[in-house]
């Protein structure tokens, strides 16, 4: 896994709740063996209409937006497990996703592929939705070491919770079948034990 | 000694190590696998030149990605079938028992393994599934896990999990007739909301579980991921111990005693405290019903959709072309989907084919009946029920995830309406542009025969 230390984007803002991983995934792309090209295919469904033609309303279409970090509504991630999400959108170039909530299961999958999952409260989300949907330009600082984001020329940052074990996971680029590989033999007692 | 829950119980008695500040090692039971969101997983472990820890503790079974007609002909979607192909392969090379396509056990991974006993009260069982919650029907601790968990659980039977707080939803009372399990997490779902159980493992308690059959609590902590609690549990109790006790790879003799006489000690201690806690009263259920594009946006059958003001609220009505105030009585429906790891085990069939019995289905509709397994659909032909389905004008189906997820040939058309038994309702998820209602099997059949939303409410009642 790719180390995650600090990140300076632009960031597409994303004003709607309860995203969940059919939306940033269908389903129909699910047939896939192995992990690659599913940036393609993230938000499929708002990107193109039924015909395939592009869709100039939705924010992804907006040239004017682009950058490492996703800023999206409460509750993102919701619904299937499918890792795929995490997938796709670290195929589609993100970085950072910032919501004030994150569902369990996304959350675990974006942190096992690199993809930092930032929980922010909601008055600093919606400050942040209105600045980065007026102004594209702006820049956001992500730094994980500090647990900290903040919009640099707005003078405006907030702490963010994440565990030490993942941090450091992150900051290292190790993953936890690492650590569990190196917990074999404590596995296998364990298991006599309960014979 | 302090007072524990069920949660606790089972998940102190898997702690493997507590060594480190945060995440604990904890030992998986069961790892149950299908063609979706384990290719990756079997490739992360060839790259690593690590072999499968424990393959006797898995089990596989091809639902997802699968056609529900004519399985015994070559599957002709090409990538569906180099899927499957995968899985097999994979099975085989890691020495994993296989359910594929046709078998006999074949099934829904969240149907076939409760019917075959693989899923056991004290256990811990994972699955690259979100609706794994489904198995805490049985005290056990059950939920969905991502690729990369699956690698781990590959690697060394365990995960690195925090261990998540506790929430108990209670219901008591009696339920009025014709409300069913799926009335009775729909309307919850509805009350709480989609996340109020993130970050919790949630316990169902109260009179309304306690009298519910085995494939009635499936149904209700198969729901647990939709209001975001990881997984939903169920304090095991003679209904558990009677439904496992024939089942083929349940303990059976002197060991099923044994077993039975540690899982009475797995409910909940009187006095353990939850950290957050839900109380409804069952009188207030009543035949429920979605009208958006998630599953907290549900309403009794016969209640007006709310109004609200959010811009997600209001995006979500357009994309179902509902107003705000509106009533979905006498709404038509073209399709019904009865089916899914919700509500496709016999119990539900039984109260499908109970309605339709001497009805006729409404000329518009196209149904999908689809069994959640083999064994399923084999009861259904013992019962006589295919031939009710048959005279109504209905056609049975073979077993898959189908129209649930849309990932085979079982699409709703863009624009239309499904009332189905499904689990989730999100935008486009039973096909590009459809628009999914979520209901029970009896509103479903109602559905189906109507052509339309009726109140069941006053039909059967």
Known sequence: MEKFTKITSTAVPLDIENIDTDQIIPARFLKATDKQGFGNNVFRDWRYDNLGNVNPEFIFNNPSYKGKILVAGNNFGCGSSREHAAWALVDYGFKVIVSSYFADIFKGNSLNNGLLPIQVSETFLKKLMEILIAEPTVQLEVDLEKQHISVIEKNISEFFEIDTFKKNCLINGYDDIDFLLSKREAIKEFELSRN | ?461
């Open chain 2, 1 to 461: 000694m302090s007072q524990k829950t069920l949660f606790d119980k089972v998940w102190d008695a898997h702690v493997v190590k507590n060594e480190i500040e945060g995440p604990q090692i904890l030992y998986i039971d069961k790892h149950l696998i299908h063609e979706v969101t384990s290719p990756q997983a079997f490739n992360e472990l060839k790259e690593r030149g690590v072999p499968v820890f424990r393959p006797n503790q898995i089990v596989a079974t091809a639902d997802h990605n699968t056609p529900t007609i004519n399985q015994h002909l070559p599957i002709k979607d090409e990538l569906s079938k180099k899927q499957l192909k995968q899985l097999a392969i994979n099975c085989k090379n890691n020495g994993i028992t296989l359910y594929d396509l046709g078998h006999k056990y074949n099934g829904i991974v969240h149907v076939m393994a409760p019917e075959l006993g693989l899923t056991q009260p004290g256990m811990t069982i994972v699955c690259g599934d979100s609706h794994t919650s489904t198995h805490g029907a049985f005290g056990a601790i059950a939920f969905g896990i991502g690729t990369s968990q699956v690698a781990q659980v590959f690697a060394s039977q365990c995960l690195l999990l925090k261990k998540p707080k506790s929430l108990r939803v209670n219901v008591n009372g009696s339920l009025h007739p014709n409300v069913l399990p799926k009335d009775v997490i729909l309307y919850i779902i509805s009350k709480i909301g989609t996340n109020a159980g993130t970050g919790y493992f949630c316990e169902y308690a109260g009179t309304v579980f306690e009298n519910m059959t085995m494939e009635g609590r499936m149904t209700v902590c198969n729901m647990s991921i939709e209001m975001g609690a990881r997984g939903g549990m169920i304090a095991p109790d003679q209904t558990t111990f009677d439904y496992l006790k024939d089942k083929k790879f349940a303990p059976k003799g002197e060991e099923l005693d044994e077993k039975i006489a540690y899982w009475k000690t797995l409910p909940t201690d009187k006095e353990a405290v939850f950290d957050k806690e839900y109380t409804f009263d069952a009188a207030e259920i009543q035949p429920m019903i979605t009208y958006g594009t998630n599953p907290a946006m549900g309403m009794i059958i016969n209640e007006a959709i709310p109004k609200f003001e959010d811009v997600s609220f209001k995006k979500s009505l357009d994309y179902m072309d509902f107003k705000a105030g509106g009533s979905l009585l006498n709404k038509t429906i073209n399709y019904v989907f009865i089916g899914s790891c919700t509500n496709s085990r016999i119990e539900d069939f039984r109260v499908a084919a109970n309605y339709i019995k001497g009805k006729q289905k409404a000329e518009n509709v196209t149904a999908w009946l689809v069994p959640g397994s083999k064994q399923v659909e084999n009861q259904i032909k013992e019962e006589g029920l295919n031939l009710i389905f048959e005279n109504a004008g209905f056609q049975l189906r073979q077993p898959g995830c189908s129209a649930c997820l849309a990932m085979n040939d079982d699409k709703i058309p863009a624009g239309e309406y499904c009332v189905s038994t499904s689990n989730r309702n999100f935008e486009g998820r039973q096909g590009q542009g459809a628009r999914t209602i979520l209901a029970g099997p009896l509103v479903a059949a109602a559905t189906a025969i109507e052509g339309k939303i009726i109140d069941i409410t006053k039909t059967v009642n």
